[in-house]
């Protein structure tokens, strides 16, 4: 049985910084790319960043593009998602994945398991 579990969640203000993490149990954490999502009210899930399963590729959505960081550990099944400079429109439930592959990818339908999410609240 896959599990992810995040934490790391928080209310901070504009221009603050979280670090998110999700820890992996289930599978061979290293053989698979890892990717976090977010969804906002009243919105679709959208990709935010992944990182391939060494570690050495990763991906990110042009709106966090600078201002977020993806990393694992395999060696702690860890994933990680450091934001900085954080706006009000980051806000959301952020979702932990494992992809069905090794290597990144932006699309919903290419993770098969799923963390139940951390709330991120960004005040202005």
């Known amino acids: 049985q896959v599990q992810l579990v995040e934490s790391g969640g928080g209310l901070v203000q504009a221009g603050g910084s979280l670090r998110l993490s999700c820890v992996a149990s289930?599978?061979?954490?290293?053989?698979?790319?890892m990717g976090w999502f977010r969804q906002a009210p009243g919105r679709e899930r959208e990709f935010v960043a992944a990182?391939?399963?060494?570690?050495?590729?990763?991906d990110y959505a042009d709106s966090v593009k600078g201002r977020f960081t993806i990393s694992r550990d395999n060696a702690k099944n860890m994933v990680y998602l450091q934001m900085n400079s954080l706006r009000p429109e980051d806000t959301a439930v952020y979702y932990c994945?494992?992809?069905?592959?090794?290597?990144?990818?932006?699309?919903?339908?290419?993770?098969?398991?799923w963390g139940q999410g951390t709330q991120v609240t960004v005040s202005s």
């Open positions: 289930g599978r061979t954490f290293s053989n698979y790319a």
């Open positions: 994945a494992s992809a069905t592959k090794g290597f990144t990818t932006a699309q919903v339908t290419g993770y098969a398991y």
């Open positions: 990182v391939s399963y060494s570690g050495r590729n990763t």
